[in-house]
């Protein structure tokens, strides 16, 4: 139970200080265009979209909570993802410009892995209660090894983080082809077979 107790507190330490760097704030909080503050009321800082978890298809299910679903996160410089990773399903590597990410292992277990700048991997095999925290623009990825369901929070230290999935980013976006196979040292038939996957 203390060491709960203690796990939460330096959650909500570590939170308050992404907080805080983010945002200097003035005790205030920015209100949308069009809306009268006058008639604001509890409901405006209530996000109820995650009470029906995750949208159930293929691979990771997620649900985003920044600026543009929640626009009482305007000016605060945080905003959330839920993420449900069934057996065998992979968050392909990917970036957050705009933000850091801390995300917690609410259950089942999970492979995570970050990269910096030259190279290096640093990984770890995630289990509920964990937490891991991806640096603002560095690759990442997490995948579900296991048997069982995964389901993770991950906060981010942006009210609009963003996200560039790294496989669709390079290979979809129109890249000239030989830039591709010469960067990547690959042969053309191989570019067009992971093309064609991507595009599904």
Do not use: W
């Amino acid at each position: 139970m203390a060491n709960s107790l203690a796990l939460v507190a330096g959650l909500a330490l570590l939170f308050l200080a992404i907080v805080r760097a983010q945002d200097a704030g003035s005790g205030n909080f920015n209100v949308p265009n069009g809306i009268d503050r006058n008639k604001i009321d509890g409901s405006y800082f209530t996000f109820t979209g995650l009470r029906n978890g995750v949208p159930a298809k293929n691979g990771v299910g997620l649900k985003t909570v920044s600026v543009t679903e929640f626009p009482a996160l305007d000016g605060m410089g945080v905003s959330m993802e839920l993420l449900e990773f069934p057996a065998g399903a992979v968050n392909a590597p990917h970036n957050h410009p705009r933000g850091a990410e801390m995300l917690y292992l609410a259950e089942g277990s999970l492979t995570v892995g970050t990269t910096d700048s030259n190279g290096k991997l640093y990984k770890s095999l995630l289990q509920k209660g964990d937490v891991f925290a991806f640096p603002q623009g560095l690759t990442h990825y997490q995948a579900n090894f296991g048997t069982q369901r995964a389901v993770g929070l991950a906060a981010f230290g942006s009210s609009k983080a963003g996200t560039t999935l790294l496989p669709k980013n390079i290979f979809v976006s129109n890249i000239p082809d030989n830039v591709l196979t010469t960067s990547f040292n690959i042969p053309a038939p191989i570019l067009q077979k992971i093309k064609a996957g991507l595009k599904n």
